[in-house]
């Protein structure tokens, strides 16, 4: 099993930047995807991005493409997440999950952080 703990949300005006930072403890970091998911106020949680665990290839939805920036730190067992130009509408709860296995999945994550509020005004 492997724990994750999230950090970095906050209150950030349209155009502004934040990092979201999970930590990761238990099983060895190397042997799972991981991934960032959000779900806003009266809607379903929705993958955001993710990156594997080799190859280091990424996959983004098409709405943060270009502004969002998921990377992982071995040596620090952490994944973070860069989010530039945030718009209002990327207001939400930001979680961050992992998978065993190679690929970089939208679906089937097995262990969440308990997640981080990200709140952008306009």
């Known amino acids: 099993q492997v724990q994750l703990v999230e950090s970095g949300g906050g209150l950030v005006q349209a155009g502004g930047s934040l990092r979201l930072s999970c930590a990761a403890s238990g099983r060895t970091f190397s042997n799972y995807v991981l991934g960032w998911f959000r779900q806003a106020p009266g809607k379903e949680r929705e993958f955001v991005a993710g990156v594997s665990r080799i190859s280091g290839s990424t996959k983004y939805v098409d709405s943060v493409k270009g502004r969002f920036t998921i990377s992982r730190d071995y040596a620090k067992n952490t994944v973070y997440l860069q989010m530039n130009s945030l718009k209002p509408e990327d207001t939400a709860v930001y979680y961050c999950?992992?998978?065993?296995?190679?690929?970089?999945?939208?679906?089937?994550?097995?262990?969440w952080g308990q997640g981080t509020q990200v709140t952008v005004s306009s």
């Open positions: 999950a992992a998978r065993p296995g190679l690929a970089v999945l939208t679906t089937s994550y097995d262990y």
